[in-house]
Structures are given as C-alpha cells and as structure tokens.
C-alpha cells in the first residue's frame, strides 16, 4: 500500500533511541556504538575493542564493568549497574545479553542513560534545602493545583503544622482562608492568568487558633514554554512588627491628644497679645518676638494635626466628605494662614488660580496645601519665592501645583520622599525640625481622594509639587 512505511532494521532503530547503545559481539568487539554513546564516550561508532569502553572507567569501577559484562556473557542474564562515572559525567547502565535463534549468548549491548543533570538538579536541590531550612521566612512549593510540595521548618514553627499535615494538602487550607474572597480572586488572577507575582499582608490562623499577620510574596515559575511549573512561597510572619506600630501610633495620637490643648492655648494668647501690642505701646523688638513665637506655635499646632491625622487614616477612621469646594477661595486662606511665616522670611508667596469649583473634601484639601506650603517656606531661604497654582484639565481633574526656589530634593532621596518618618538631608543639616509625616500624610490623602501626587526638583534650585484631584461623586 501506498501509505506503508519501509521496514525498521535494528540498527536504525538503535540509531534513533535517545539513550546511549554500545552493541558488541561475543568476542568484545564493538559492532556498532550509536551516535548518542559516541557522543557520551568520544568513541567511534565502530570497530573498536570493549576494552577501549572499560579504560574509559577508572579503578574498582572499571575492574567491577569487567566483571559484569563476563558473567553477563557467560549466563546469558541482564544487569544493571546504578551509577557510573566518566570524568565528571555520571550514567545509569545496563547490560544485557544477545542470543541467536538457538538461544546462544552471541554477544551483548550496553544501554547508558546520562544522569548528569539529574545529579547536579538534586545537589542544587540539596543546597536550597539546606538554605531554606535554615530561615526565619515560611517558605511553600506547590504544583500548578496549589498542592502542597515542600514545606520548610519555619512554616512549622510558624503555623504548628507539620510537613506531614501539609503535604500533598492544598496550600494555606490549614492556616489561611480568613481573608475576603475578593484577596484570593486577586491573588489567583495575579499568579495563575496574569502570571506575575503577588505581594501583600494577609491574615492566617496557627495550628492553636491564634491569629497571625504575614507579609507574603507568591511567584510562579515558568518552564521554556511560559507554562506554569510550580509555585513559590515566601511568607514573612509580621505580627509584633504590626503591635509595634500600632502601639507607636497610639502612643502618637495620645501624646497628641494631649498636646493640642496647651499649644491652642498658647497660641490664641499670643494672637491676643499681637493685636494688642499697639494698646501696650511694646517695643519693636518684643512685637517680633511675639511674632517668632505665634509662628512657632501654628507650626507646632500643623505638626499635631498632622500627626492626629496620620493615625486617623493609618485606623481607617478618616472619612471624605465631598461638597463644592471653591478652589481659589481655599488657596487664599491658606496663604493667609501662612502670611507671618512668609513675612518673617521676606518671601514673596503668590496665586494663580482662576475662580472654579471643585467637587471634594475641602478639609482634605486644605490638609494637603497645608503641608506643602509648610515645607516650601521652611526650604525656601529668605527672599524666595512660593507660587500656588491651580487649574482644571481633561475629565473635570483639578491639577495643583506648589512651586518654590528653595533648596531642592537630592536625587538619592526622592525615591523615599513620600515614607513614613523620612527626614532628607536638608532637614537635618539645616536644622529645620520635623516629624517626616508630612508628604506621607499628602500621598494618604491623596490617594483617599481618589488622585496622584508628583514631583520634579533640582537640588540648589527648587522643587515643583504636581497634584491631581478628580472631581468626587
């Protein structure tokens, strides 16, 4: 028939196995070795002794090969040999026996299967074990399914599951589940579709019902086709790490608590004493020094705020409250309540803002313009120049920008400009004072607010503040 494909002889069919084939007769002459052997020994295909394949084994393992292939010759059985080693390569061998049809032994073939790979994937495996063991983090390999593979020893000490709970389970069945089915949709669609990885915090529960927070990066990892291999897991147990914060936040909006009062005090006393200085006929000097000090205590009266701020947002307690806000209204209020600061640096502080209407959290806003104009007059130098500016772009969004000649933001730093408790160099070479909560405190809100805040700065030259703000249902 048309479509029959010619018959396969043995040797073709050698020729084509992926395994190594060393075919001799019964006088240990080498009848042909295929291309896979030849590449694996450097022999010829051919025409060579099998004492030529031995040498290529060094001491006993030669000696034992010898003797192996004799008793194989002599009755007629297989056998196999685990492991041995050319150089630095290592293979699996049998041998075998060849029989005529009056089922005499006529010679013999050797099969080599190359194990090298094998034996440098587990020594690598060895030394990950080894290194995994040994830390602090819980870390899970699962199959594609979230089939629980490998566990190492923090996991136990973490969750008080052993492997053998673990293993073969799904991944986090025993200690997670807790979270909103919305994170795991996420968390799937991140690992599994999208195939990036996922980073988050999430809750899980230990063996005795404790509750526990964990810092967890999940990865997948592709073969040379981009599919899904296994996953891996690095969970990070942050439990004291989040009481420790919480605890300094507390205690931040304790002391700030307490706090506000006296510094409210202190400065409506001296507001009263400022408009009174002309009754009291005060002397010059004494009315600036009145002036430094009202100064001092509404930048200390922000720095409260702001703190009380931050740990509402940090509780989740803070909430926007839209209404028509008058954007060019509220810059000149806060330009007002920053007009004795700017004076007594010689400052010039100006707006452009065409009137409009906005739809926000006016107090939000106000909180935002606060901090930046704040550090834009303590970075700018005496005699420097602020401007406020605001207009409306494309969808109704509100783009502010506060700009000043001050003393910039080294590049090294603007990386970690908007961190918690971040103090850049300036602030400590110049003395200036401050908690690092203030542009953490705008990007929170801004980001509240549904918007996006960046910057561009030269250091020795200024710094330009961008925010945007879409208008709020």
């Known amino acids: ?27 240990r002459m080498v009848i042909m070795a295929n291309p896979v052997a030849a590449k694996l020994t450097g022999l010829p295909s051919e025409g ?23 008793q194989v ?5 297989a056998a196999h040999i685990e492991e041995v080693c050319i150089v630095s390569f290592f293979y699996e061998m049998f041998i075998a026996p060849v029989f005529d049809a009056a089922a005499n032994v006529t010679g013999g073939f050797i099969l080599l299967r190359d194990l ?27 199959d594609p399914d979230a089939t629980v593979l490998y566990i190492n020893d923090a996991t136990e000490k973490i969750t008080g ?22 994170f795991y949709e996420n968390l799937w669609k991140t690992i599994k579709i999208d195939k990036k990885t996922f980073v988050g915090e999430i809750v899980n529960q230990r063996k005795n019902k404790q509750k526990y927070t964990a810092l967890i990066s999940i990865s997948p990892i592709l073969d040379e086709k981009g599919e899904i291999e296994f996953f891996v897991g690095i969970e990070r147990d942050i439990t004291k790490e989040k009481e420790i914060e919480r605890a300094k936040t ?20 001296l507001e009263s004493l400022q408009q009174r200085s002309e009754q009291l006929n005060l002397p010059l000097d004494d009315i600036e020094i009145i002036s430094r000090a009202k100064a001092y205590a509404n930048g200390m009266s922000r720095t409260i705020n702001t703190m009380l701020n931050v740990t509402r947002i940090e509780a989740g307690e803070t909430k926007v409250v839209p209404t028509e806000v008058s954007v060019e209204q509220l810059l000149t209020e806060v330009w007002q309540a920053f007009s004795t600061e700017v004076q007594n640096k010689h400052q010039s502080l100006s707006i452009d803002c065409a009137p ?9 806003l106000r909180e935002i313009l606060n901090n930046f104009l704040s550090n834009a007059i303590k970075y700018t130098p005496d005699g420097g120049k602020i401007r406020l500016h605001a207009q409306k772009e494309r969808g109704d969004t509100l783009h502010m920008d506060v700009e000043d000649t001050g003393s910039g933001i080294k590049q090294e730093e603007q990386k970690k400009i908007f961190t918690k408790f971040f103090c850049g160099g300036e602030m400590l070479t ?16 801004v980001t509240l607010l549904k918007g996006r805040v960046t910057f561009t700065s030269q250091p020795g030259k200024g710094t330009v503040f961008h925010v945007f703000l879409p208008p709020l249902p």
């Open 1 to 27: 028939m048309a479509n029959e494909h010619p018959p396969m002889s043995i040797a073709d069919l050698l020729r084509s196995t992926p395994e190594g084939v060393v075919l001799f007769d019964r006088d």
């Open 48 to 70: 060579f002794s099998l004492s030529e394949f031995i040498r290529l084994f060094q001491g006993k393992i030669a000696i034992d090969l010898e003797k192996t292939i004799e």
């Open 73 to 77: 010759l002599a009755n007629g059985k």
């Open 116 to 142: 090298t790979k094998e034996k440098v994937l587990t020594k690598d495996l060895e030394k990950f074990k080894l290194a995994v063991d040994n830390v602090s983090d819980q870390i899970i390999i699962t």
């Open 161 to 182: 599951y052993a492997s053998k709970e673990a293993l073969g389970g799904k991944a986090g069945k025993l200690w997670g589940n807790l979270m909103a089915k919305s």
């Open 250 to 269: 507390e205690f931040v909006s304790l002391a700030s608590h307490q706090l506000r009062t006296p510094i409210t005090a202190i400065r409506l006393s």
């Open 356 to 364: 409009m209407i906005h739809r926000t959290d006016a107090s939000l």
């Open 430 to 445: 110049l003395s200036k004072g401050g908690t690092g909560l203030g542009l953490y405190l705008v990007q929170s809100i």
